[in-house]
């Protein structure tokens, strides 16, 4: 009797990206993502932020020790007149709180480029949403752009802020409707979808981001779709579209405005 092969599940897939699957295992997921566009986004974006969290910890992972709290300089100081001995507790628990507030401070404040980090990770998820959302003619959007009033209300519960879809009139584009995304991080972001007379489109991320990150507008691309995406005012906005860059500029001009986010 054959063995049947069990389904790929999310343990399946994080032990994917840290490289943890045994051969056989690993061809099975390279084929399920193969098949599975949806999963193979959040792969993409598990790979991604955990490259970004071996960059941002790199230089602090290669400093050496300090001498006086290596465990051989421990020991002996351990080994001394047991009066003694009350002075080295107080100095490991001294070290172990500095490093406990250290940890907390890294998980308070921003680490040194973590605003470019982020910038990276909003551009990757709104070129692989429009890449998927984008070709579907029938369903590519959960409200349409009629209900415009619920589709606005429905995105700001959701994303716990005010959403408005930018006004692209001017510049020959409707809004076809939108969207809810799940992030990487189990929150939720805004997918709105404009098209114009030759049914040309467009996808404008919106997503929270921590009010003290700040990036300012770059070009983003991958595979013949092109955008520009930026981070202000707590949000993360990316404009995408397989049209040149030249044409995205004043979309995402007009979008800033709107959102009172220039980039």
Not at 21 to 39: D, K
Not at 156 to 167: F, G, K, M, Q
Request: aromatic share 4%; no cysteine; net charge negative.
């Amino acid at each position: 009797m054959s063995e049947v092969t069990p389904p790929v599940n999310e343990d399946d897939l994080h032990a994917y990206v840290d490289g943890q699957l045994e051969a056989g295992r690993r061809s099975a997921v390279e084929r399920y993502l193969e098949e599975n566009l949806e999963a193979a986004r959040r792969v993409t974006a598990y790979q991604e932020q955990r490259e970004a969290i071996r960059a941002a910890f790199a230089a602090r992972s290669s400093e050496s020790l300090p001498p006086a709290l290596s465990l051989v300089r421990v020991i002996e100081q351990w080994n001394r007149r047991p009066r003694q001995r009350w002075l080295v507790a107080a100095s490991v628990l001294l070290a172990l709180g500095i490093g406990l507030a250290g940890g907390w401070l890294l998980r308070t404040a921003p680490a040194p480029g973590g605003a470019q980090q982020a910038l990276a990770l909003l551009g990757q998820e709104a070129l692989s949403s429009h890449v998927v959302y984008a070709v579907d003619l029938r369903h590519p959007v959960e409200v349409p752009g009629t209900e415009a009033p619920h589709l606005q209300q429905w995105l700001s519960n959701r994303l716990d802020r005010i959403v408005v879809a930018p006004d692209l009139s001017a510049l020959g584009y409707h809004l076809v409707g939108g969207r809810l995304l799940a992030t990487e991080r189990g929150g939720a972001a805004a997918l709105l979808m404009y098209d114009d007379a030759n049914r040309h489109r467009i996808s404008v991320l919106l997503r929270p981001m921590t009010p003290t990150l700040h990036a300012p507008a770059a070009m983003i691309r991958k595979d013949g779709v092109n955008g520009q995406a930026w981070i202000a005012n707590g949000l993360g906005i990316a404009v995408v579209s397989a049209m040149p860059e030249s044409d995205i500029t004043p979309l995402a001009a007009q979008i800033g405005t709107d959102l009172h986010t220039p980039g």
